[in-house]
């Protein structure tokens, strides 16, 4: 059962047609979303961001994050809606919370680390 | 087929870790995987529908080389080609390389890591599994997977994981022996740098293909299955790059053989995400926990063991303390290319399981993608680029300050670059304004680097010097190719009906017609562009919305120009209103750097193969 | 001196240890998420209804309701119809319908043939209410109480326990 649900949803992959988007009229308004749907996560689609994917459901949420511009919702407001909604997980920006504050600042405690290791614990030759 | 499974049998037991007649072991086990591997491209090429493989995989209307390729498609299948490509690497190992211990050892461990394959692939996942009654027809593939850039690209890219296995023998055997005994670094360094070209490639295929194929000219998505095969990437070229420093100067052995444990255990963990399910992804097979309990089992025997085997004999082997070189040397740059690239390698994996931890350890959910690797893979990488110009004007052991002289030509030439694009093109300086930056200094640092040893006559230079220069120049390639298609592309939309015209990217792109076209086993609808510049046709393009009846999916395919070094990619959708059509093109410019530098690295690698003799 | 070489011993079958209890642990994918917008007060839309008129968030106040998102098209919605049914007869309970990107008239003949425990089905062609609800696919369903807010949440089609769980709510 579980099989065919996912055949349905995550089958028609990312390669589906695509139809042009209705822009924003107001040009602000319209690269505000653009740079919106860059930060939103495709959920039917790995790795993909709303802007990109050429999904329904993409589609739909560029439609309705276009509505909400319109209407007046700033950036943050839009995001919360959305994020009310799928979780967390569909912002792709990463957040900066103390529970990932080990992903973020792993990679620059280790880099610290190994400078130190390599050239801090030497004997002048 | 019931036979070919039973000769599978035969030689899991001749797997065995013995110590004996090791050569003519290992050319049975190759002998009885090769059959059995073929007699699976065979089931699949005749459509033989009594395998349960066959059926899940494929359908009659597939065109033949698909039906060929779909034999490693799917989990079982890939098993057994990865099984028989590891087979493939012992049996030559076990020819070429002179007799020793190290070698004998190696070879025990390598047979053994074969058996735990050959295991999972008779107990957990085996592809000869029949079904009855035998359906007249196959389920087929997903159309995206036929693809000609896919079907060569798993057989390539396992030809580097399996390799990596040999490297991980290798440095346990070394550990078991006691010594790292004269030749030891050149050893490990030939059977290293094999699988690392096969990587390169594959993971370059593997990028390509989902830029021609996926249709919305992404090369490289952070997915979960394309970090699987970057990590080992990053661990194998640090792990070069420490075999060097091994073999000259014989220091650091112990990071030499950590690196080599820990590339195939990064090879393994992929396997693991990738199979178990433990992630979703657009590459994922289907899956089964069953399967992520036994690559468990296998990651911890081998890679568990290799670490066992560290912990327990490492100490062996200490290092002197006081390594004789200054700071300014270029074991000193090595080093530091090393701890960048494990950097990386930390950095990308972190990304790619911090999601799933999270999760389990606190019920969060959080997204990892390009955003995070921006800000962290970024800047590391530049650093080590950066370093990788430095690095080779260094001498062993003392590298005077003179050095620092010679950076200076490099450094005006990257300074006048840098205004050229500043006040010039008016690029801003922003991230991938400092990609094509330190894209010109590594191409002109290494550019003087062959300079000063060459003096542009004697060209009669050791082959891995040319391999050095030929590499890093890719390098160089690639991280312009990236910044510049990722920095400066163009994209634009539009619904057009024939006749329509559209100005793009100094193009000027017309839609002539749109037709439907019957393929083998689908139906398309085909829009017929011609692109002028400057008045002249320099291209009909035409992109397909592919429909496949029997597996019930959509396909796009994109149609591309090639444009010297620049792509102008164009996709057509869904009827819109007024007999138009949704048509959306983008303008990629200089991206066939990226493959062109990754072919390049991949050469260099290839050339220091082809030196006999050790030098420098 | 000798310790730090078991480092690497310790840490990997550290890692190894994780993945086994995230193995086990495996919920579903992570792309379906059950708790999400669990405690949350529906949100509000209106969309137009099968049989005319509109269907509103507010058509769903003050009782106990279910919500199903559903389509013609989708083969897996045909396997929960049975349930709903069963459902809105033994609990009495009010059942909205809601399609996602259908054709009325396939919705129409597909109630006919699958069954239509529905009071009032909304037609979602823009896919607006079903963003609203956080859908990434049908069928979907969620139970909602007299307050408004959401209680339970099923991705998917209604399977026997998620059947056995809303037996048991709507009984209270």
Not at chain 2, 41 to 67: C, G, M, Q, T, W
Not at chain 2, 151 to 169: D, N
Not at chain 2, 360 to 376: C, D, I, K, N
Not at chain 2, 466 to 476: D, K, L, T
Request: charged share 15%; aromatic share 14%; net charge positive.
């Amino acid at each position: 059962m579980r099989r065919i649900f996912l055949f349905i949803i995550i089958f028609p992959t990312c390669s589906l047609a695509f139809s042009v988007d209705k822009h924003l009229e107001n040009h602000e308004q319209e690269m505000r979303a653009e740079k919106l749907f860059k930060e939103i996560r495709c959920l039917v689609c790995a790795g993909q961001s709303i802007a990109e994917s050429n999904a329904d459901l993409a589609g739909d949420m560029r439609n309705l994050i276009r509505d909400k511009i319109r209407t007046g919702n700033g950036d943050d407001a839009i995001k919360n809606y959305i994020a009310t909604r799928y979780g967390e997980r569909i912002l792709l920006q990463t957040p900066w919370k103390t529970s990932t504050f080990l992903l973020w600042a792993t990679p620059f405690i280790f880099l610290g680390g190994g400078i130190y290791f390599i050239f801090g614990r030497r004997r002048k030759p | 087929m019931g036979n070919i499974s039973l000769l599978f049998a035969l030689f899991a037991a001749l797997a065995g870790v013995t110590f004996k007649k090791q050569k003519i072991i290992c050319a049975t086990i190759f002998f009885f995987a090769t059959l059995a591997f073929f007699a699976l491209i065979y089931a699949h090429a005749a459509s033989d529908f009594r395998l349960l493989n066959v059926v899940e995989n494929s359908n009659l209307a597939k065109p033949f080389i698909y039906k060929i390729s779909g034999t490693w498609g799917n989990h079982e299948g890939s098993l057994l080609l990865f099984i028989w490509l590891l087979s493939l690497y012992a049996a030559l190992f076990a020819l070429v390389v002179p007799e020793g211990d190290i070698k004998k050892t190696a070879l025990a461990i390598e047979c053994g890591i074969i058996a735990g394959f050959l295991a999972f692939n008779l107990l957990a996942s085996n592809p000869f599994t029949t079904v009855f009654p035998v359906p007249p027809d196959g389920n087929g593939q997903n159309p995206i997977l036929q693809d000609i850039g896919l079907a060569i690209h798993p057989p390539i890219l396992y030809a580097g994981y399996t390799g990596f296995s040999l490297v991980l023998s290798l440095a346990i055997a070394a550990l078991i022996v006691g010594e790292i005994p004269y030749g030891f670094a050149q050893l490990l360094k030939k059977w290293l740098t094999l699988p690392w070209c096969f990587l390169t490639v594959g993971i370059a295929l593997g990028s390509w293909w989902a830029y021609r194929d996926l249709g919305w000219g992404g090369f490289w998505f952070w997915d979960p299955v394309e970090n699987s095969s970057l990590l080992p990437w990053l661990s194998a070229t640090a792990l070069y790059h420490s075999a060097i420093v091994l073999h000259k100067r014989k220091l650091f052995p112990l990071w030499t053989i950590f690196l080599s444990i820990f590339t195939f255990t990064l090879c393994l963990i992929g396997f693991f995400l990738v199979r178990s399910g433990v992630l979703t992804s657009v590459h994922s097979f289907a899956s089964d926990p069953m399967r992520g309990i036994f690559i468990l089992l296998l990651l911890a025997m081998i890679s568990g063991g290799g670490f066992f085997v560290f912990a327990l004999r490492a100490g062996k082997f200490s290092s002197r303390s006081d390594p004789s070189f200054t700071i300014f040397s270029r074991e000193s740059a090595i080093m530091l290319n090393n701890l960048f690239l494990i950097t990386l390698c930390l950095t990308v994996f972190l990304g790619t399981i911090y999601p799933i931890m999270l999760e389990v350890f606190t019920g969060e959910a959080v997204s990892v993608g390009a955003p995070y690797y921006y800000l962290t893979f970024v800047p590391i990488a530049f650093a080590l680029v950066f370093f990788a110009g430095v690095g080779p004007f260094l001498k062993w052991r003392d590298g005077n300050k003179s050095a620092s002289s010679k950076l200076i030509v490099p450094a005006l030439v990257t300074a006048l670059f840098g205004s050229f694009l500043y006040f010039k093109l008016g690029k801003k300086p922003d991230m991938f304004f400092s990609g094509i930056i330190f894209g010109i200094w590594l191409f002109s640092t290494t550019t003087y680097q062959f300079y000063e040893k060459t003096r542009w006559k004697n060209f009669v230079q050791p082959r891995t010097f040319y391999a050095m220069i030929i590499s890093h120049f890719g390098v160089a390639v690639l991280l312009i190719g990236i910044t510049a298609s990722q920095g400066w592309k163009g994209e634009d939309e539009k619904n057009m009906a024939a006749g329509e015209r559209l100005n793009f990217a100094g193009y000027d792109v017309q839609l002539d017609a749109v037709k439907i076209t019957i393929g083998k086993n689908y139906l398309a609808r085909r829009g017929i562009f011609s692109v002028r510049k400057n008045g002249q046709l320099v291209a009909e393009l035409a992109p397909e919305l592919r429909f496949f009846p029997v597996e019930g999916g959509q396909a796009t395919e994109p149609a591309i120009y090639y444009d010297f070094l620049s792509n102008l990619y164009i996709i057509i959708g869904d009827p819109a209103e007024k007999k138009s059509y949704a048509v959306r093109i983008y303008y990629k410019p200089l991206i066939v750097l990226i493959w062109l530098g990754a072919g390049m690295i991949a050469l260099g690698g290839a050339v220091s193969l082809s030196g006999e003799k050790h030098e420098i | 001196m000798k310790y730090k070489f078991t480092l690497p011993f310790i840490l990997f079958f550290l890692l190894l240890a994780a993945f086994l209890v995230k193995l086990s642990l495996k919920s579903g994918d992570d792309l379906f998420s059950k708790t999400q917008m669990i405690g949350i007060a529906v949100p509000d839309f209106s969309i137009p209804a099968l049989s005319g008129g509109r269907l509103k968030s507010h058509d769903l106040q003050g009782k106990t309701t279910l919500v199903n998102f559903f389509a013609s098209w989708c083969e897996a919605c045909r396997y929960e119809q049975t349930a709903l049914v069963m459902l809105a007869k033994k609990t009495g309970v009010a059942i909205y319908g809601i399609t996602w990107k259908d054709d009325d008239a396939k919705t129409s003949a597909w109630l006919k043939k699958f069954g239509n425990p529905y009071k009032k089905i909304g037609t979602d062609h823009e896919g607006k209410a079903a963003i609203t609800f956080g859908i990434t696919g049908v069928p979907e369903t969620f139970l909602i109480g007299t307050n408004g807010t959401v209680l339970f949440r099923q991705p998917g089609p209604i399977d026997q326990k998620a059947y056995d769980d809303l037996l048991k709510m709507l009984k209270k």
